[in-house]
């Protein structure tokens, strides 16, 4: 237990649903992350939130849509994906600013049919 | 941008063998950072190294930061089946915010 919590573990979804993920930290960090890990790819940063601001933003299409409604709570709201959005996506939070230790989540799985 | 490769990208060893990974950032870091990844598993940290030359060891793992900032290894003395995953290592650019994470060592161990 690492004290940040995803839900759901899974989740298969068609092109046209629509879906959110959410992450929950418990370790009274002030920066929360999404990543996307696909087979054979590095871990990709998608966003970052610094105290519930979104500091960054890399190039990630518009139907991944974040929000950060306090520094405990991040979702990534899903809509119109497409099957290559496939993938296991990493919650992760530090006390303060990227340079920190990242505590990850345990994932969701995403499958896009 | 900045890019951060490791090789091995596989490796493959016997129970009781050595293992080394390493690390290559194509601009200095502030610091290195080292995660494990088990199989179905998400990245846990494993330490940070800050200064250039720096040495740290866990039991049978030894973390080395190099000279100039850029580059890292992960060397592991006789490997057992536990030791089984991916390994990353990430850093930041000097100034920057934000981890980059190298593109990972999957290591298996053949009992």
């Known amino acids: 237990e690492t004290g940040v919590t995803q839900t759901p573990r899974h989740l298969v979804m068609g092109m046209t649903n629509k879906k959110s993920l959410k992450c929950e930290q418990h370790?009274?960090?002030?920066?929360m992350y999404w990543y996307k890990q696909s087979a054979k790819k590095p871990l990709e940063l998608m966003f970052v939130?610094?105290?519930?601001?979104?500091?960054e933003n890399n190039s990630v299409p518009s139907r991944f849509s974040p929000e950060c409604p306090n520094s405990s709570h991040l979702f990534l709201h899903l809509h119109t994906l497409q099957p290559e959005d496939s993938a296991l996506y990493l919650c992760?939070?530090?006390?303060?600013?990227?340079?920190?230790?990242?505590?990850f989540g345990a994932g969701t799985r995403l499958s896009v049919l | 941008g900045q890019q951060v490769m490791q090789i091995p990208q596989y490796q493959h060893v016997q129970e009781g063998e050595d293992f080394t990974t390493y690390c290559n950032s194509s601009?200095?870091?502030?610091?290195i950072q080292w995660y494990k990844q088990r199989p179905g598993g998400h990245p846990v940290f494993l330490i940070q190294?800050?200064?250039?030359?720096e040495v740290k060891k866990q039991k049978r793992l030894t973390f080395q930061f190099g000279e100039a900032k850029k580059n890292s290894s992960l060397h592991i003395t006789a490997t057992q089946t536990t030791d089984v995953g991916t390994y990353f290592c990430?850093?930041?650019?000097?100034?920057?915010?934000?981890?980059?994470f190298g593109t990972g060592t999957r290591l298996t161990v053949i009992p």
């Open positions: 601009t200095t870091l502030s610091n």
């Open positions: 939130y610094s105290l519930e601001e979104r500091v």
């Open positions: 190294l800050v200064k250039s030359g």
């Open positions: 990430a850093g930041p650019a000097a100034g920057a915010n934000n981890l980059f």
């Open positions: 370790l009274g960090h002030n920066a």
């Open positions: 992760a939070s530090s006390p303060s600013g990227g340079k920190n230790i990242q505590y």
